[in-house]
C-alpha cells in the first residue's frame, strides 16, 4: 500500500468526491489561491476551478449560514475552518441550523455538510488556538463527529462524511498532518461508527480518538516491554459511538483507561466512563481511569504546554499503577 | 400617493451619493402607470384575499393562544401583510421553478403566501400531527422547500446567511451543474437583526460573489421593545451601499408599490447584477409575541397606523374608486375567509397530537 501523509489523504478524500459528484464542494478561508492554510486543499483550485475551491473572507459564522443554506438547497458543502477554535463563531449555524433543521421541519429539510478543521492542542500556540472540541459537538443530536488518528482513516472517514446525508464534524489534528501511513488503494471508506482494536490486548483496553491514539499505541509498546498486554481501541467516531466495540473489548480485559485532550468536565473521557458503567460495569475489576487535559487555559511555555496534556510516560505510569491494583 | 413622495423628499435628505440612487428607484418605482400593467382586477381581488386571509388567520391564533390552545412562542404578522403578498405576487411563477422564501421566526403568513394550507400552518401552530411540521416545530419553524418556502428560523439574523446560501446554490446550479436557472431567494430580514454582524458580513460575500438575493428588510419599527433609532445607526435601506448593494426604502404597507419594487429587485438578480435590498417600512400591530404586551408605544400610535396606513384597507379602497367594486363583495369575502379560518381551526384541534413514534423520527435522515 502507498504512504501518504494525513493532510494529503484529506486531499485525496475531497478530490475524489469531487469527481464523482458535482455538488461536493470546498469552501473556507484560503482553501483556494493558497492551497490551504495547512495545506489539505493543495492542487484543488487547480483541478476544481474558484467556483468549486472558494475562498472566503474571515467570515465564519457568515460563510458557515451560506455553506448551510446552500446544503438545504441540495448541494453538500465541505466547510474547511482553519481551526475549530475559530467554528466557535460558527457554532450557532453548526448546531441551530444544520444539526436541528431536520427535525424541527418533520423531516423536510436536511442539510448534508462537511465541517472540517484542525482540532485539539497543537504545538506552542497558546490557548486561543488550543483545544479539544471533541466533547461539544459529541454533544449535539442531529450532528455525526469523527476524529481519525491516521492517514488511512482520515481519508475514509472524510468520504464517508462527504456521502452521509447529515451534517458531520471532521476533527482534524494539526500534530497528524504530516504524520505518514498506508492509505489503501481505490474508493476506500471507513464507516462512521465503527471503532478500530488498533492493537489487541488482554490485560487493559485504552479508548483514545485522533492524537491520543497516537499516543496509546506508544505507551501500549512501552506497556508490552513491561509485561502489560494492552488493547488499544481507536474510537474514530464519537457520534455515534460504538457501544458494542466499548463494551467488547472491556468485557475482554476488564480494566478501562480512557484518553482525552478535553478537559475532564464533562468531556469525552466522562461519556466514556458513562457509556462502561451503563454497559459493561459488571466486567470491570477496576475503577475506569481516565487522562485529560489539566483544567487550565493551555499555557504557550514548552515545559507548561507539556505538562498540560497526558503523554506517552503518563499513560504508562498510570496503566500500571492501575494494572497493579494501586488505582 | 401621498406616502411615496413623503418617502422621496425624506430621501432627499440623505448624503448626495445615496440621493441620487434612491430618486432613481423612486422614480422606477413611482407612479402608478406601471401598476396597471402588473395586475388585473383578479390578480388584486386575489392579492386582496389573500392579505386578508393572513390577518383573519393570525387573529384566530391570537385567539386560540388565549386560550391556550397554542403555546410558546407566538409572533404575528397582523399589518405586515402587503410585504409577504407583495413580494410573491411578482416573484417568479412556479413553472419556472419558483423563487426561493426565507424568513426568521415570524413565519405564518408567509408559509401561507407560499402555499401551505390553513390546516398545516394552524396544526403546526397548535402541536398537531397534521402540521407541516408534523407538530415538532411549531410557530416559529415550518418549511416546505417544495414550495420555495424555507422556513422559519429562530435565531435573530440567522436567515440571513441560510438565504445567501440558496441564492448560493442557484446560481452554483446554473454555472456548476448546468441547469437553467433563473431563481432568487427572498431573504427576509426584521429590523432588530439588521444590527447582527452576520448580516454584514453575508452582504459582503452576497456582493463579492454576486448572488441572486434579494434582502428584504422588514422594519416594523420595533425589534421586540427597542425603537429602530435607538438600536440602528443611520438608515437601514443604505446598509448595502457600503458593498455595492443597490438599496430603496419601500412603503411596505402598501401591496403595489411592495409588488413593483420585488419585481424590480429580482429581475435585478435574475440579470446577474448581484444582491438587492429592499427596506419595507412597515408595522406591526401586536406584540412582537403574545406575550409582548407592547408598552414601549401608544395605543394611539397604533391605531394612527391603522386608520392611515393599513394595507388591506388601502388595497380595498383602490379596488372601490379604481375598480368601482362594492363594499358588499368585501363583506362577503370577508365572511368567507373567517369562515375557512374557523373551519382550519376546528380541523387542527380535533387532530392528534403525535404519535410517540415521531419522537425519534427526524433526527438523522431515514
Keep these: 500500500m502507498p504512504q501518504q501523509s494525513v493532510r494529503e489523504a484529506i486531499r485525496d478524500a475531497m478530490s475524489e468526491e469531487m469527481r464523482a459528484d458535482k455538488r461536493v464542494f470546498l469552501i473556507g478561508e484560503e482553501v483556494a489561491d493558497y492551497q490551504g492554510a495547512y495545506k489539505c486543499s493543495q492542487g484543488m483550485v487547480q483541478e476544481f476551478g474558484d467556483k468549486r475551491v472558494i475562498d472566503t473572507p474571515i467570515a465564519e459564522l457568515g460563510f458557515t449560514g451560506i455553506a448551510v443554506g446552500a446544503g438545504m438547497a441540495g448541494l453538500r458543502p465541505i466547510v474547511e475552518y482553519m481551526t475549530w477554535n475559530f467554528a466557535l463563531l460558527a457554532t450557532d449555524h453548526i448546531l441551530n441550523s444544520a444539526a436541528k433543521t431536520l427535525y424541527m421541519s418533520g423531516g423536510k429539510v436536511g442539510c448534508p455538510i462537511v465541517f472540517r478543521g484542525l482540532n485539539g492542542v497543537a504545538a506552542h500556540v497558546a490557548a486561543q488556538h488550543s483545544q479539544d472540541f471533541a466533547n461539544w459537538y459529541m454533544n449535539i443530536p442531529g450532528l455525526k463527529v469523527v476524529a481519525p488518528s491516521n492517514a488511512a482513516d482520515a481519508k475514509g472517514l472524510l468520504k464517508a462524511a462527504i456521502r452521509d446525508d447529515s451534517p458531520v464534524v471532521v476533527l482534524e489534528h494539526e500534530v497528524l498532518y504530516g504524520h505518514m501511513g498506508e492509505v489503501p488503494e481505490g474508493d476506500y471508506i471507513t464507516p462512521i461508527g465503527k471503532a478500530n482494536v488498533a492493537r489487541a490486548g488482554t490485560d487493559v483496553s485504552i479508548f483514545a480518538y485522533s492524537m491520543m491514539t497516537v499516543k496509546a499505541l506508544a505507551a501500549a509498546e512501552e506497556l508490552a516491554k513491561q509485561g502489560i498486554s494492552a488493547e488499544v481501541v481507536d474510537l474514530r467516531s464519537l457520534r455515534p459511538l460504538d457501544v458494542a466495540a466499548i463494551k467488547a473489548s472491556v468485557s475482554k480485559t476488564h480494566r478501562a483507561v480512557v484518553l482525552e485532550e478535553t478537559w475532564a468536565a464533562a468531556g469525552v473521557g466522562a461519556e466514556i466512563m458513562a457509556t462502561i458503567s451503563d454497559h459493561a460495569w459488571d466486567e470491570l475489576d477496576a475503577p475506569v481511569l481516565r487522562l485529560s487535559q489539566l483544567p487550565v487555559p493551555l499555557p504557550y511555555a514548552s515545559n507548561l504546554e507539556t505538562k498540560c496534556v497526558p503523554q506517552v510516560d503518563d499513560i504508562v505510569r498510570e496503566v500500571i499503577a492501575l494494572v497493579g491494583g494501586q488505582r | ?366
Design chain 2, 1 to 366: 400617493m401621498q406616502a411615496k413622495s413623503a418617502m422621496t423628499s425624506a430621501m432627499n435628505s440623505a448624503t448626495p451619493a445615496s440621493t441620487l440612487k434612491a430618486v432613481q428607484a423612486a422614480k422606477v418605482g413611482g407612479k402608478s402607470g406601471g401598476k396597471a400593467a402588473l395586475f388585473g382586477l383578479p390578480e388584486l381581488q386575489h392579492w386582496h384575499r389573500v392579505m386578508l386571509e393572513m390577518r383573519r388567520f393570525e387573529e384566530k391564533a391570537a385567539a386560540l393562544y388565549q386560550q391556550k390552545a397554542i403555546q410558546g412562542f407566538c409572533h404575528l404578522y397582523i399589518g405586515q401583510e402587503a410585504v409577504a403578498a407583495g413580494l410573491k405576487a411578482t416573484s417568479q411563477a412556479d413553472e419556472f421553478g419558483g423563487d426561493d422564501f426565507i424568513t426568521s421566526y415570524r413565519c405564518h403568513a408567509l408559509g401561507l403566501v407560499c402555499g401551505l394550507s390553513m390546516l398545516e400552518v394552524m396544526g403546526e401552530l397548535t402541536g398537531r400531527v397534521v402540521g407541516i411540521s408534523k407538530g415538532k416545530g411549531g410557530s416559529m419553524h415550518m418549511f416546505e422547500p417544495s414550495k420555495g418556502f424555507w422556513g422559519g428560523h429562530g435565531i435573530v439574523a440567522a436567515q440571513v446567511p441560510l438565504g445567501a446560501g440558496i441564492a448560493f446554490a442557484r446560481k452554483y446550479e446554473a454555472e456548476v451543474l448546468g441547469q437553467a436557472n433563473t431563481r432568487v431567494s427572498f431573504t427576509l430580514i426584521g429590523d432588530g437583526a439588521m444590527n447582527a454582524g452576520q448580516v454584514f458580513e453575508t452582504f459582503n460575500m452576497a456582493a463579492l460573489w454576486q448572488l441572486p438575493v434579494v434582502f428584504v428588510i422588514e422594519n416594523n419599527q420595533y425589534g421586540m421593545g427597542t425603537s429602530v433609532p435607538r438600536a440602528a445607526a443611520g438608515e437601514l435601506w443604505k446598509r448595502g451601499e457600503p458593498f455595492g448593494i443597490p438599496g430603496e426604502k419601500v412603503d411596505g404597507m402598501d401591496f403595489l408599490a411592495v409588488a413593483e419594487a420585488g419585481k424590480r429587485a429580482a429581475d435585478h438578480c435574475r440579470a446577474g447584477k448581484g444582491p438587492y435590498l429592499l427596506e419595507m417600512d412597515t408595522y406591526r400591530y401586536r406584540g412582537n409575541s403574545m406575550s409582548d404586551p407592547a408598552k414601549y408605544r401608544t395605543r394611539d400610535d397604533v391605531e394612527n397606523v391603522r386608520d392611515s396606513r393599513d394595507p388591506i384597507a388601502r388595497l380595498q379602497q383602490q379596488l372601490m374608486t379604481e375598480h368601482g367594486m362594492k363594499e358588499s363583495y368585501f363583506d362577503e369575502v370577508d365572511e368567507a375567509v373567517k369562515a375557512a379560518v374557523n373551519q382550519c381551526a376546528e380541523e387542527a384541534l380535533a387532530a392528534p397530537q403525535p404519535g410517540e413514534s415521531e419522537l425519534w423520527t427526524d433526527v438523522y435522515p431515514s
